[in-house]
Nanobody, 122 residues
Framework: QLEIVESGGGLVQAGGSLRLSCKAS????????MGWHRQAPGKQPEVVAY???????NYAESVKGRFTISRDNAKNTVSLQMDSLGPEDTGVYHC????????????????WGQGTQVTVSS
């Protein structure tokens, strides 16, 4: 049975860092395309970063150079290192499994975790 659980969120001051972790059960992350979305208050979820089975990574323009997605095959986890955080990074961060094609990542319905809250104070 699939289960995706995120952790590592919290309250941090602007300029600080957080590391989010996504633990997956029921799937093997190295055989799946994995991504992180965030949902800011009152907005639709937006893709933040993803990593493909071929280790292709891509990031939203707003986080390039500040966020790093990685995968630990031994632990079956996916992480998101977030540095130089700003108030605009506030939101609920969700880990998900997706499809990849044409240079785009498409999260699968029903393959999302509940999310972890990230709040960045100015």
């Amino acid at each position: 049975q699939l289960e995706i659980v995120e952790s590592g969120g919290g309250l941090v001051q602007a300029g600080g860092s957080l590391r989010l972790s996504c633990k997956a059960s029921g799937i093997i992350v190295r055989f799946n395309h994995m991504g992180w979305h965030r949902q800011a208050p009152g907005k639709q979820p937006e893709v933040v970063a993803y990593i493909t089975v071929s280790n292709i990574t891509n990031y939203a323009e707003s986080v390039k150079g500040r966020f790093t997605i990685s995968r630990d095959n031994a632990k079956n986890t996916v992480s998101l290192q977030m540095d130089s955080l700003g108030p605009e990074d506030t939101g609920v961060y969700h880990c998900n499994v997706g499809d990849y094609g044409g240079g785009e990542y498409f999260p699968k319905a029903g393959y999302w975790g509940q999310g972890t809250q990230v709040t960045v104070s100015s």
